[in-house]
């Protein structure tokens, strides 16, 4: 994938996993940190790897972000912690995928 190796890839992707993880958190425990969480992985996921590596997964996340965004705001709990969980699997099963790629 442009040369951009999968070690590079996958600790892009493991960062975002982690702020995926925080701001879940931080939604089920109610914290006043949880929209500031979400926006950590907000601008996390909209940066550009070179070459555009892992594009169509760091798009569908932001997806799924902006609307668990929307739908936290609202105050609608479980929509959003459903598009959290889903962005989160994504990252999650694409490191898989890369682990796979460097054998």
Avoid: N
């Amino acid at each position: 994938m442009s040369g951009v190796s999968a070690r590079l890839r996958t600790g892009h992707l493991l960062r975002l996993c982690r702020y995926l993880d925080m701001a879940i958190i931080s939604m089920w425990a109610s914290s006043g940190r949880a929209h500031r969480t979400l926006g950590m992985a907000q601008a996390c996921a909209g940066e550009t790897l070179p070459g555009g590596a892992e594009e169509e997964t760091l798009g569908k996340v932001r997806e799924l972000l902006a609307e668990a965004r929307e739908f936290y705001r609202a105050g609608d709990f479980a929509p959003a912690m459903a598009r959290m969980r889903v962005a989160a699997d994504l990252c999650s099963l694409r490191i898989i995928e890369l682990a796979g790629e460097r054998r």
